[in-house]
């Protein structure tokens, strides 16, 4: 009797282990299920992205390649001499980019001259006097919303607003008051690139670690000494790379500049004389090129300005990638 019952109860108890075994054997099949598809899904999404990667790719070279074969008839037919010819007549079939050179030149570097102290100045605002608040989150959304607004917004604002302005300083300095010119579109440019070297600058001071500053005032420097000999030094390589981005940005633009500078297709004599950036005139022009060598020479620019843009954008990531490696 004893040993019936003994029977059975090993009986059950060998039931229970053997219910136990098939639980976990179904818990790993359904771990090792899940596991797979985990890693099958980690396959395909990486698989996805190397193929958006290549596709970019392509298409970057792509617009290279279409722009060099559309650009070589000009480059035929006009060579080097094409970019320190002064004059631009395509009546006379005479094609010079010096005008346009000179004035995305003058009116990049001047809008960079205005525009770096109004983003160093953010950018140590929000970085370091005040990286949270209501007061901050206000001026970050305005900044956002400054590099948000599309570039003709900008260039009805300055022909409207700016240009009358600039009209009266010309009188009252003694020249020719036309509102329109390099100044004016120089302004325009320092406005719309003030959030690009402001966003990344603040980001850079905000990435200084606190050891470096607790140290300091440890040692009894003020704030301005903080600020002057360890935010500003160990940031300054992503401050550089923000002006470069803006820098970049200000070469590209063009229908804001088109509608404030006055669109004269010669050399500026002045700073407040109308002009033409490569952009602009790629821009007026490229409707009205009637014959190969015409549509070929302003396609040459849109390569030049292409080239340009990639060397600096490159330069730039670079010098963020070193500085962000040494934070």
Do not use: C
């Amino acid at each position: 009797m004893d040993s019936a019952i003994n029977n059975s109860t090993d009986a059950i108890a060998g039931d229970g282990v053997g219910l136990d075994k098939i639980t976990l054997s179904k818990q790993k099949a359904k771990q090792t299920k899940r596991m797979y598809r985990h890693i099958k899904g980690e396959k395909v999404f990486k698989r996805g992205l190397t193929f958006t990667g290549i596709v970019i790719i392509t298409l970057v070279f792509g617009i290279l390649l279409t722009l060099f074969i559309q650009s070589l008839p000009a480059i035929k037919a006009l060579g080097l001499k094409f970019f320190w010819t002064k004059t631009w007549n395509p009546v006379q079939n005479i094609f010079g980019a010096l005008p346009f050179l000179v004035g995305t030149l003058i009116t990049s570097f001047m809008a960079l001259v205005i525009s770096v102290p109004f983003s160093i100045a953010i950018a140590i605002f929000l970085g370091e006097y005040f990286p949270k608040g209501g007061f901050s989150n206000f001026i970050k959304s305005t900044i956002d919303l400054i590099a948000a607004v599309p570039s003709v917004i900008f260039g009805f604002w300055g022909f409207f607003v700016l240009v009358p302005m600039i009209r009266v300083l010309e009188t009252k300095i003694g020249v020719m008051p036309n509102g329109v010119g390099l100044f004016a579109a120089s302004l325009v440019l320092a406005i719309m690139i003030i959030p690009y070297a402001a966003s990344l600058g603040t980001t850079m001071i905000k990435m200084v670690p606190s050891s470096l500053k607790e140290g300091a005032y440890a040692l009894g420097a003020t704030r301005w000494e903080v600020l002057r000999n360890v935010i500003l030094p160990y940031s300054k390589s992503g401050m550089f790379a923000g002006i470069l981005l803006s820098l970049g940005r200000a070469i590209g633009e063009t229908m804001a500049v088109t509608m404030v500078i006055g669109n004269a297709n010669f050399l500026p004599h002045s700073l407040f004389a109308p002009g033409n950036t490569m952009a602009s005139v790629i821009a007026n022009e490229f409707t009205e090129a009637d014959h190969p060598v015409y549509l070929s020479a302003l396609i040459e620019m849109g390569l030049f300005l292409f080239l340009v843009t990639f060397v600096i954008n490159f330069i730039g990531k670079k010098v963020i990638k070193r500085a962000t490696k040494n934070s």
